[in-house]
T-cell receptor, first 112, second 113 residues
Framework: EAGVAQSPRYKIIEKRQSVAFWCNPI?????LYWYQQILGQGPKLLIQ????????DSQLPKDRFSAERLKGVDSTLKIQPAKLEDSAVYLC??????????FGPGTRLTVL | AQSVTQLDSHVSVSEGTPVLLRCNYS??????LFWYVQHPNKGLQLLLK??????LVKGINGFEAEFKKSETSFHLTKPSAHMSDAAEYFC???????????FGPGTRLSVLP
């Protein structure tokens, strides 16, 4: 069974630029999550989708971050414009039930 | 609101000795609790989960955790550490509807030969 796929794996941008990350969950997993993991900290949930509807986006900085999950499968997370403090690893996870999440390898973003 | 405290940022044990990683949580409702492990340059992996069934939960690789409501704790243990257990461990709390996931800050486990 293929795991959660994410791309790109690494991205370096200047502050105020835009960036987008892509996630392909495990086939059949209805729930998809995006997390931000700053170096030395635990992951922070940014947004949770159930199929293509948003379940929780309470910690998503909506002035600069956006996410969508078209057709209830793939998802993209966008940052526009990026700030220095957005430097982090962005993790995507998916789940079939409400308890077990499967994580992708993450995208490491560096904002200069 | 929910929160997780992992009492030790770094734990160091010798190979073959017991492991104890401590976790305390705060939750407004009956929680679900999880331990995830993150090996260097690898993705997060679920070790075990508590979802209001048995309070002693067994996971993969010989790990187990006990839910103690009176102490609001969910400590992770293993009788005998292996070198391969060296990693970052995260305690996670959620509500019982699969929402409001909050990760703790993590505990780095080092295993000495």
């Amino acid at each position: 069974e293929a795991g959660v796929a994410q791309s790109p794996r690494y991205k370096i941008i200047e502050k105020r630029q835009s960036v987008a990350f892509w996630c392909n969950p495990i086939s059949g997993h209805a729930t998809l999550y995006w997390y931000q993991q700053i170096l030395g900290q635990g992951p922070k949930l940014l947004i949770q989708f159930q199929n293509n509807g948003v379940v929780d986006d309470s910690q998503l900085p909506k002035d600069r971050f956006s996410a969508e999950r078209l057709k209830g499968v793939d998802s993209t997370l966008k940052i526009q414009p990026a700030k220095l403090e957005d430097s982090a690893v962005y993790l995507c996870a998916s789940s079939l039930n409400i308890y077990t999440q499967y994580f992708g390898p993450g995208t490491r973003l560096t904002v200069l | 609101a929910q929160s997780v405290t992992q009492l030790d940022s770094h734990v160091s044990v010798s190979e073959g000795t017991p492991v104890l990683l401590r976790c305390n949580y705060s939750s407004s409702y009956s929680p679900s609790l999880f331990w995830y492990v993150q090996h260097p340059n690898k993705g997060l992996q679920l070790l075990l989960k508590y979802t209001s069934a048995a309070t002693l939960v067994k996971g993969i690789n010989g790990f187990e955790a006990e839910f103690k409501k009176s102490e609001t704790s969910f400590h992770l243990t293993k009788p005998s550490a292996h070198m391969s257990d060296a990693a970052e461990y995260f305690c996670v709390v959620s509500d019982n509807y699969g929402q409001n996931f909050v990760f703790g800050p993590g505990t780095r486990l080092s295993v000495l030969p």
